[in-house]
Nanobody, 124 residues
Framework: QVRLVESGGGLVQVGGSLRLSCAAS????????MGWFRQAPGKEREFVAT????????YYADSVKGRFTISRDDAKNTVYLEMNSLKPEDTAVYYC?????????????????WGQGTQVTVSS
């Protein structure tokens, strides 16, 4: 059974940092692009960041560019999202996803595998 499990969420003050992890099990995703999405209360899920199969290419939503960094460690079958300079508008449930292809992707339908999400709350 393929599983993606996010961890590292929590409550943080404005300007603080968090590091989210996404551990995969059931199969390796070393040949797949990976992504992070988020869903704030009352809003649709939105794209945050994506990384290609070898980590050589990344792409970010404008709202997080310069503050968030996506990375991967295929030896651990894990993807990370380093979040700095957090703002109240970053409050959301963050989801990890694995793409069917090897490149960078920003659309949800390009990701057949999803985790259950981890809550990030930024307090002012």
């Amino acid at each position: 059974q393929v599983r993606l499990v996010e961890s590292g969420g929590g409550l943080v003050q404005v300007g603080g940092s968090l590091r989210l992890s996404c551990a995969a099990s059931g199969r390796t995703f070393s040949s797949n692009g990976m992504g992070w999405f988020r869903q704030a209360p009352g809003k649709e899920r939105e794209f945050v960041a994506t990384i290609n199969w070898d980590g050589g290419r990344t792409y970010y939503a404008d709202s997080v560019k310069g503050r968030f960094t996506i990375s991967r460690d295929d030896a651990k079958n894990t993807v990370y999202l380093e979040m700095n300079s957090l703002k109240p508008e970053d409050t959301a449930v963050y989801y990890c996803a694995a793409a069917s292809g090897s490149y960078i992707y920003i659309l949800e339908y390009q990701y057949p595998y999803w985790g259950q999400g981890t809550q990030v709350t930024v307090s002012s």
